[in-house]
């Protein structure tokens, strides 16, 4: 594709194509590199001719059909960008994860509109069930079960113990079950448990993994709702004493509060205010837009299994922790929303430590194999019927909800293929492309 260089760009920047996307290099590089460093410096019509150029040059470059798909999308032509990524689609045989990642937002933005109902209701009667909840409320001073799994955190594990010993709540119960820590973890639990009362036990033992030790204190309670708590982290001091008030005693089976985070004194101080906020605000963005339950869609509004407070039949009933080694906390939290509706206190009562050995990178969650069984089971689960809270994502009559959030949130690459390409087909077949 030859252009005069001292003609208009074709990238309707008003410029000689010498002075614009003629320009970019004396020696230029192949198109579809020029076409992406154009894409990433935000100079979108740039791109956009450098990528229509070098499909010319070669029609079957996928990766710049695909960027192109991108670039349409960022500019809001819907249509344009799902006829292109779903080419791009058909070409890798829905194969390439970040294609069908693509696919999902265009998709999801496409068929909004065919959800908005459904939001409308699923959100007024959440907030029906969530003013008869704390309405509600009964007298009493149940067990509750302090599970506290530590593994390799002396330096952090008295700070929680004694978390535990400083709550206003009277009648609690602390499992301390060491999972094979090679610290002086073991010491520091005895040194501060010294001569505690009968309502402690601690338990040392070679190492099983997270979901196995706290399935086990989960097995060795005895009060009726367990509370967990990580080694690194630790208890507002009327944490336990809220969340039997506003949990418990208003009848919700399970709830969560929003999370206050510190950082390690190891790391740096630099932003700490900011990561003060950070858990919290990202709690923030997500809960109230739906149902609770609903908003660990987009990822783990609880923050930490730490944050959990479950009725310990509900716990039974769901066969508690999986074993999975990134997720389980997430996706408990999925399949516990599906029996009941958890109950959010809007206090931070729950402190999460910040620190590089409890930081899990987000590409290794997105590309786990766990978040992909995950969300496949959730699909199963509201076609299958198997939930009992309306007010879940696995709702049969939320799955067209279910479908849209997922999407919206970046989930297009666990969606089953068959689900997706379907949708992708309902919305090519709703608004046809024409060229």
Known sequence: MTISRNALCPCNSRKKYRDCCGALSEWPA??????????????????EFLYRAAL????????????????????????????RLWTAAEKTAWRDPDIRHNIGLVVARLLAHKVYSARVRLL????????????????????????????????????????????????????????????????????????????????????RGAPATLNEGAALARGSHLAFLNSDDFFAPDRIETMVAEVAATGA??????????????????????????????????????????????????????NLFVERLLFERLGGFRNMRFNHDWDFCLRTGALAEPKLVRKALYTYRLHGANTIDAQ?????????????????????????????PQWPDNRALLVNEALQNGMGRFVPVEILRSLAEQARAEYPFHK
């Not at 192949?30 to 791109?47: I, S």
């Not at 985070?261 to 790391?267: A, G, K, W």
């Not at 290794?364 to 879940?392: M, V």
């Open 30 to 47: 192949p198109l579809r590199f020029q076409a992406l460093e154009a894409h990433k410096a935000d100079k979108l019509d740039q791109a």
């Open 56 to 83: 010319a040059a070669d029609p079957k470059d996928v990766d710049v059909l695909h960027m192109l798909g991108v670039l349409l999308f960022q500019k809001l032509r819907l249509i344009e960008a799902l006829e």
């Open 124 to 207: 007024e009667s959440f907030r029906s069930w969530d003013a008869k909840v704390e309405a509600a409320g009964t007298v009493g001073t149940p067990l509750v079960s302090v599970i506290l799994p530590t593994y390799n955190h002396a330096r952090h594990v008295g700070q929680a113990i004694a978390s535990v010993f400083a709550q206003t709540y009277p009648n609690i119960e602390l499992i301390v079950i060491d999972d094979g820590s090679q610290d002086d973890t073991v010491a520091r639990v005895r040194a501060t448990l010294g001569s505690s009362a009968s309502s402690v036990r601690f338990i040392a033992r070679e190492n």
């Open 253 to 306: 089976l399970w709830g969560f509060s929003l999370v206050a985070t510190t950082l390690d004194r190891t790391e740096s101080s630099r932003g700490a205010g900011d990561a003060q906020q950070l858990h919290q605000n990202k709690q923030l963005a997500q809960l109230g837009r739906l149902s609770n339950s609903f908003a660990f869609l987009s990822y783990n509004v609880a923050v930490s299994s730490g």
């Open 364 to 392: 290794r969650l997105s590309k786990s194999d766990e978040l992909e069984r995950i969300i496949a089971e959730l699909f199963a689960e509201c076609r299958h019927g198997s939930c009992s809270n309306p007010l879940a």
